[in-house]
């Protein structure tokens, strides 16, 4: 392990091992096979990385997105480790070039695509080299059932067939049983040693509001928390990450619209851009984020609530990365309950998927309204059962909500259901409750039942409120035929008869967090000297990294340069022990980091 530990210290410069991950590059470098499940921003790639480096022969790194490929060799090639990519995207004399050297073992590292692998010319290819090991990574896309499925992967067991004495590395962040059972089965890997790491993204604030005027308070959250930050921002239509980026822009925020809508050739350049440059803001569809590996994206807010937990989880867990602090906001209403039902009602799905889908827009809603800690509700769908009850960094615990016995109120709201017919959606109910003579009101005579003007005593945002925690709640349903008029179930009989009280959770907008409960973005509290020695730092970095055409961060991460700025280190030896600066980096970059710091 100690030489493990030293190439992680020379060559990539952290001072220690992270997680399981020690444990991973022991069992890896020792010829055997495993299967690593870590989230993302977990290090899984120094987990095959290291190995590669241990053991005799080249590596053969399986990937699925050729941008991931290169942003990976690319941050390779920065701390001196030979490594290459061999896809599609590259000229054929390029390609040659390539071959030859793999066949002179001048790399420790090929990244291929798996198209490429499973030719027959480069298994022949690989068959006349020594080889140090297989990793696959993104191994999720054997799978059929998520969204990520590559067909090709379903081949790959015959790298099994044809070298059983490599060992091979599969890993992915996708958590639920049966993937990792469709993966075991699908590449052979029956005796693979299984890591599984816990899920948990400790870094990752978590919070849900009340969405009230989403563009404004998308706006302020970014004002008030990431100005000058990078990050994602999930619409569900496409006009609408076209819209908001529109605004956002009109507003001062460098923002781009990214959706399967657009040109390829200008959906590739707004990716890159975001990609490249620092502090973009990309408005996107969920199109958006397979293969984005930027470590400092700082936050990921939700316009519209995702159908599922699995996808919520899968698109925040985007921010972060690097380990340093992030935020996952959404904002979530009455209609983007409404909206989802809707969805599935109308989808021409089968009853089973309908049904499926259902239970996971139900689970996702139970998150929405939860009074208990966010990041141990979403642990706990996903199988692992907290080690604490309140995490300290999500909405609920620095704010928790009240409930209060909303009993008599939400009588009047079934009421009013059932009186006008169970044909009418939430604002007409909320005209009747509130007694509002409008056209509709009149028409229909609404005027005169028993429950017109009966809920006068709360305001009209109240009522949204509870006709959104009742939906939630299964109370009540939306019809089947797709026009969000409100149904009475099962359930709200037994409301109605007075044989059950329901509390609700109390709207929390009022409370502002105070200033110790903000999340706050770690650039923001220096002082002026540090922060203009940082600013001077980045500006550095982008400098350097358009020179090496690769982002920012595979010079240096965010991390770094604060370390930097913290310990201000004036010779090479202090330098070394900056988190991300090894051996080779030093060499590089060693003098030009004294010059700006000696200033
Ligand atoms: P994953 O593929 O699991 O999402 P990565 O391998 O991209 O994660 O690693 C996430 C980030 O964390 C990378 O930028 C990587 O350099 C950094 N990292 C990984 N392991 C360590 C470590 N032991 N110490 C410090 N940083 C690390
Ligand atoms: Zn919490």
């Known amino acids: 392990m100690s030489h493990a530990l030293n190439i992680l210290k020379e060559i990539f410069g952290y001072p220690a091992f992270r997680g399981q991950q020690a444990d991973v590059i022991t069992h890896l470098a020792s ?36 941008s991931l490929m290169q942003n990976q060799v690319a941050a390779l090639n920065e701390v001196g480790v030979d490594a290459a990519v061999l896809n599609s995207a590259l000229p054929a004399e390029e390609a040659q070039a390539v071959e030859q050297k793999l066949l002179a073992c001048d790399y420790d590292l090929l990244y291929v695509a798996p198209e490429r692998l499973l030719t027959r010319r480069f298994l022949d290819l690989i068959a006349r080299i020594p080889l140090a090991l297989f990793a696959i990574d993104e191994a999720h896309c054997v799978s059929q059932w998520g969204h990520d499925f590559r067909p090709e992967y379903r081949q790959l067991n015959v790298l099994h067939t044809r070298f059983p004495n490599v060992p091979r590395i599969a890993l992915t962040a996708t958590a639920d049983a049966v993937t990792r059972e469709e993966i075991i089965e699908r590449l052979v890997l029956y005796d693979a040693k299984i890591f599984l790491s816990s899920f948990d993204r400790p870094n990752i604030h978590y919070r849900i509001v009340d969405k009230i005027n989403s563009k404004q308070q998308l706006l302020s959250f970014i004002q008030t928390e990431h100005l000058h930050d990078a990050g994602i921002v999930y619409c569900l239509s496409r006009k609408k990450t076209e ?3 529109a605004w956002l822009n009109v507003h001062g925020i460098t923002a781009l619209p990214y959706h399967a809508g657009m040109r390829p050739h200008q959906r590739a350049l707004n990716q890159e851009k975001f990609l490249r440059e620092e502090n973009i803001v990309i408005v996107a569809t969920v199109a958006f984020g397979m293969g984005i590996d930027k470590p ?11 159908r599922s937990i699995e996808g919520y989880y899968q698109e925040t867990g985007r ?16 209609n983007d309950v409404i909206q989802q039902r809707r969805m599935i009602e109308e989808s021409e799905a089968q009853a089973q998927f309908k049904q499926t889908a259902t239970k996971k827009l139900e689970a996702m809603l139970a998150l929405c309204e939860t009074i208990t800690c966010r990041r141990a509700h979403l642990l706990d769908y996903f199988g692992e059962s907290a080690t604490f009850t309140s995490c300290g960094n999500c909405d609920i615990c620095l ?19 059932y009186r006008t017919g169970q044909q009418f959606g ?18 229909r005579k609404h005027d005169h039942i028993s429950t017109f003007g009966i809920g006068q005593d709360l305001p009209a945002k109240t009522w949204r409120a509870i006709f959104r925690q009742l939906i939630a709640l299964g109370l009540l349903t939306t019809d089947s035929d797709g026009y969000g008029a409100l149904c009475l179930t099962r359930a709200s009989r037994t409301v109605l008869k007075g044989q059950q009280k329901v509390f609700l959770r109390r709207q929390s907008e009022h409370k ?3 200033l110790k409960q903000q999340p706050v973005n770690d650039f923001s509290i220096l002082d002026q000297g540090a922060q203009r020695l940082l600013d001077q730092l980045r500006n550095w970095r982008a400098k350097t990294a358009r ?20 310990l201000s280190p004036q010779t090479k030896d202090e330098l070394l022990r900056v988190t991300g600066i090894g051996t080779h980096k030093l060499d590089k970059y060693g003098d030009h980091l004294i010059e700006i710091l000696r200033n």
């Open 512 to 514: 502002k967090l105070t």
């Open 547 to 566: 020179e090496h055409g690769v982002p920012a961060y595979v010079i240096f991460h965010d991390a770094t340069l604060k370390e930097l700025v913290r």
């Open 296 to 306: 400092d994206v700082r936050f990921v807010a939700h316009l519209d609530m995702p």
């Open 319 to 334: 921010a972060g990365r690097d380990g340093q602090k992030a935020s996952a906001w959404m904002v979530y209403g009455l």
């Open 426 to 443: 939430a604002g007409h109910l909320i005209d009747v409750l509130r007694g509002n003579h409008t056209i509709r009101v009149m028409q």
């Open 243 to 245: 819209d908001t980026a």
């Open 399 to 417: 704010n928790p909500p009240d409930s209060w016995d909303a009993t008599i109120a939400v009588q009047k709201a079934l009421s009013c259901v």
């Open 31 to 66: 010829g055997k096979d495993c299967l690593v499940l870590m989230p993302t921003g977990g290090g899984k790639s120094l987990c095959y990385q290291i190995p590669a480096l241990m053991r005799n022969g080249v590596a053969i790194v399986v990937s699925p997105l050729i």
